[in-house]
């Protein structure tokens, strides 16, 4: 006794300006199910979303709605038929209350009508509450973390009597902590029937919270299969079409001296508090800890953004003072900061003044830039970091994600470092390009350059780190060695146990 | 920055399609007179624009730029008849500009005042103080030495040429090929990210304003030397002329993209206009308005052409 599938699309085909984004995808979700979608970038996922929430019309193939055919879908449509989706990052209003943005989307009536505030605050309240949170409906919505907008968004669902919830990478700007109480919250949902399509690059979320997964490959679905009965080996083989022997590139390296040492580090501004660690040339330290434990506050404070009040930081055995990131480049300390789209890259420069741009003094002369030195150093890099890219004189906008973090880490890279902080560096990156990213960091350790990684994925804290610092309210929580590090302890660190 | 002078050329053949149409229409337009009445008149708006680009490149802007244009005017005056020697008077008003530039770049790079706002208040309160100082009196009776700043009259758009071309190949030249330069461009396409990268982003901010008033400084000084008194009411509009010629010149209103050369263009596309109308028997009333409608068309262009760029960008970055 099979009960009608809540949504099914079969036979999708969708091209755009020549390039075939799906393929004759076909998805079925039912209700009460977590069906995660997963594939690498550029799988077709976004665009597959973007046919069943009615933002892009299919070229050819039926999607159904509760065994109805949906013909001319479009946003309003889909709205009405309970199709709500959450993306990464939340669309919301930033200068509105949070009762005003869930009334935005709920509320129907005149537009001259009068405003209920009452009703409408103790409406937002109890939907804010259903979604397992306490935030206040009149606070505005830009005084809101990341985790809560989502949780502002699925409220909004929930309101909207949403039967199928689609959730695009919900978890990639929250907290191990925040992702259980996200995980409660979906299992709400679940109960009360609702189908959800889960988008994530984490295969070790997905194991935990869906029931069935479908893989999609240059727009193609490659296949269905419950959760329970697939290995992660298994769906990474899928996802990329070959098996992938070993998930983390990790090599033994001889280590060298100490590169860099804090010592009893604080800063008021930055919210750290007397840190001290060491890196040697040649390895890798992870630093994991809870969104909000101050680890990329330390990686400002090191890198002379937020300047040290106490404690000293120490390169290659000599006390440095560094008040300002010109000072810290100086030093030979590179910094690829997390989001790279707002911090890294400058989109409208060509990659070559990219790449350069931390380092003009290399290829110039008495302030006077080089050209032809200029893209024959960015070239270099492009090779070695294997940038798809037809040359070094395009605008790096007009690269991918995984490129564009490569051109990032060229220009830190092209300083000649002996220390490079890597804050979230495969963040949103497809599995291709970030075991691509793996590798180089690898070659790098074995050229002797000493690497601070930041990370809020715990595999790759444990696959990649030789050692690793846990952060807990802007102090070191503990120090694990590679051999002893589990989820487990790294986890009871950064809540704030003793290990 | 890709070379691209696709704008450049679109500006330079409406130039030319202009002095075409002039030639057939009306050939007094090129008379030698004409034209250098037309270079003297519109010299100080290039040197001005000059500036604007930089500050518009960082992705800012300067709306300030007629107060102190005549601010630096009566200045000059001022010292002159205080019995200075007319450079050093100059060079007394051109320290003054700095200095308003300065207070216009302080604000806006360490106090992190909107650019918008910082200038609209600097416009009016220097217009006015200006206004109240001199109570709408002109400066005259300027000593001798003054005028044509003591060269013969015939000599002096000589003089302005040099000027005009050196400072507009060095501001060039620098932004194309100085660090100083891409630390500009840098700045106004993503100011966080030039921050991360070492680049002294609000240093730049403060740096572009203080270049503009330097700038405007002198125009102010070139300008006030061509009449026999200098008026109070002086670059009444000159913000809204620079901007304009900035802004046709294909210089992104949003910061970090844009040339000088398109800037030069820009300026001798709006300067060429308004004569034109005089000679084709058009009422002055005329040139504001077809200043705006240049500038929404300039902006139009612009933001279609980036469109259909980014795709073939992306095109080919597929392909490979």
Known sequence: MRSEPLLEATGIHKSFAGVRALRGVSFELRSGEVHALIGENGAGKSTLIKVITGAVTPDAGTLRVEGAEVEHNNPALARSLGIAAIYQQPALFPHLTVAENIALALETGSRWRRVDWRTRNSRAKELIARAGSTIAPDRLVSTLSMPEQQIVEIARAIGADAKIVIMDEPTASLTETEVASLFQVIAGLKKAGVGIIYISHRLEEIASIADRITVLRDGESIGTCEARNVSREQLIAMMVGREVAAVFPKREVTLGPVALELRGLSSREAGIRDVSLSVRAGEILGIAGL??????????????????????????????????????IGQGIGYVPEDRRRNGVVLDMAIAANVTLADLRQVSSGGLIDRGEESELAGRYVTQLRVKTPGVDIEAGALSGGNQQKVALARWLAINPKVLILDEPTQGVDVGSKSEIHGIMMDLAEKGLAIVMISSELPEVLGMSDRIIVMHAGRVAGELSREEATQEKILTLALGHAA | MRRRYGRELSVAVSIALLALFLAFTVPGYFSAENLSDM???????????????????????????????????????AFAKMGMPVLVAGLGAVVAGALMGAINGALVAWMRIPSIVVTLATMVALRDGLRWATQGAWVSGLPDGFQWLGLAQDSYP????????????????????????????????????????????????????????????????????????????AGLGMEMKV?????????????????????????????????????????????RALQGAIILAAIVIEVLRQRGEKRVALARVTVE
């Not at chain 1, 990686?299 to 990131?325: D, K, R, Y």
């Open chain 2, 39 to 77: 270079f003297l008149a519109n010299m100080p708006v290039l040197l001005i624009a000059l500036g604007m680009n930089m500050v518009i490149l960082t992705g800012q802007i300067d709306i300030s730029v007629g107060s102190l244009f005549a601010i630096c005017g009566i200045l000059a005056g």
């Open chain 2, 158 to 233: 000589y003089l302005m040429a040099a000027a005009a071309i050196l400072f507009t190949a060095g501001i060039s030249w620098g932004l194309m090929n100085l660090r100083a330069g891409r630390a500009v461009y840098a700045t106004g396409s993503n100011a966080e990210a030039a921050r991360l990268a070492g680049i002294d982003a609000n240093g730049v901010t403060f740096s572009v304003f203080v270049i503009t008033g330097i700038l405007t400084g002198i125009a102010a000084v070139l300008n006030s030397v061509r009449f026999n008194q200098i008026p109070a009411n």
């Open chain 1, 291 to 328: 969104v909000g434990s101050g680890r990329t506050q330390l990686a400002e404070t090191v890198f002379g953004l937020t300047p040290a009040e106490h404690g000293e930081i120490v390169i290659g055995g000599q006390p440095a003072q560094i008040e300002s990131p010109a000072a810290a």
């Open chain 2, 243 to 287: 901007i304009a010629a900035v802004v046709v010149g294909g210089t992104a209103i949003t910061g970090g993209s844009g040339s000088t050369a398109g800037t030069v263009l820009g300026v001798i596309l709006l300067g060429a206009i308004a004569p034109a109308l005089t000679f084709l028997g058009v009422s002055a009333y005329w040139e």
